[in-house]
């Protein structure tokens, strides 16, 4: 899964958690709730949710009818996804691409939706055995998972402070809460500490770190660890463990590979927009 599945990834996960967003404030009773006040001058949900629609509507609702064009045309054709190859490629990227905050149920239905694309894209394709055999056989690092681990931190320059942290954690406080207001890496304290999945073999993770995490149980805090600069309070989420994939498992996702390469254009849903007889009714643009 290259970089650019990785941001189609990320945009469709923003689309779906600005779908919530609006679902939670419609589902208010009502459009004179205030939202915010500024000097006493009350901002009402009615004007938030104007902008939102202006704003993201189109999109957002463009999104909504691919997924369903992705779905029916799928059905249509006879493709369905096993669930062994979600999980495979699901793992895969969690352990190829550190990125924080993902929501876990959203990214495996991305993923699903991906590959369904992919094998819509891609299915009068006849790709030679050979070939993908030389593909595996080239790339098979790329098919070798290392053990790995989806940690939030809670960066302290004293082991004093990260004491104080892990007493405030037996007490009762949240990790995100604590990690925003208290650790000394910005950008992880705005995911809430959340630093994605690490490995050994990304480089970027202290090795005391990776020790810690791997005696771990998961949904656990890890008392104070020293780092290059100071200490570490982390927290491990989830645990992927190593895998070496086989050709016979990888081969699906390299037939698509190999045949969208031959492709050579970009895939998008809305190439089946009419064969689904999909259209939008709807243009925030011509809101009054």
Do not use: C
Not at 13 to 39: I, P, Q, Y
Not at 101 to 121: K, M, T
Not at 135 to 144: A, L, P, Q, T, V
Not at 163 to 169: A, F, I, K, N
Request: cysteine-free; overall charge negative.
């Amino acid at each position: 899964m290259g970089k650019k599945k990785l941001w189609l990834i990320i945009a469709g996960l923003a689309a779906v958690n600005l779908v919530t967003v609006l679902f939670l404030f419609t589902g208010m009773a009502g459009g004179r709730e205030t939202v915010a006040e500024v000097g006493g001058e009350p901002i009402r949900k009615q004007e938030l949710l104007e902008e939102l629609e202006v704003r993201y509507g189109d999109e957002t609702l463009k999104d909504l009818v691919d997924r369903e064009v992705i779905k029916e045309t799928a059905d249509k054709y006879g493709i369905h996804v096993p669930e062994n190859e979600v999980e495979r490629e699901l793992t895969m990227y969690k352990a190829m691409y550190a990125v924080p905050g993902l929501n876990g149920n959203e990214l495996e239905q991305q993923v699903r939706q991906n590959i369904l694309l992919e094998e819509l894209a891609a299915r009068d394709a006849v790709i030679p055995e050979k070939d993908m055999k030389k593909f595996y056989k080239e790339n098979k690092k790329m098919f070798d998972i290392p053990e790995s681990y989806h940690l939030s931190q809670i960066i302290h320059k004293t082991r004093k402070e990260a004491e104080q942290t892990v007493d405030e954690l037996k007490g009762g406080s949240g990790f995100p809460a604590l990690a925003l207001e208290r650790s000394e890496d910005e950008f992880s304290a705005a995911q809430g500490g959340d630093i994605g999945f690490v490995n050994s073999q990304d480089g970027r993770t202290n090795k005391a770190v990776m020790k810690e995490a791997k005696r771990m149980k998961l949904e656990t805090w890890s008392d104070p660890v020293k780092i290059k600069n100071g200490y570490a309070v982390i927290y491990l989420h989830e645990k992927i463990k190593g895998k070496k994939y086989t050709f016979k498992e990888a081969k699906s996702q390299i037939r698509r590979k190999l045949a969208l390469e031959e492709l050579d254009a970009p895939i998008s849903a809305r190439r089946f927009w009419g064969e689904a007889k999909a259209e939008l009714l709807y243009d925030s643009s011509e809101r009054n």
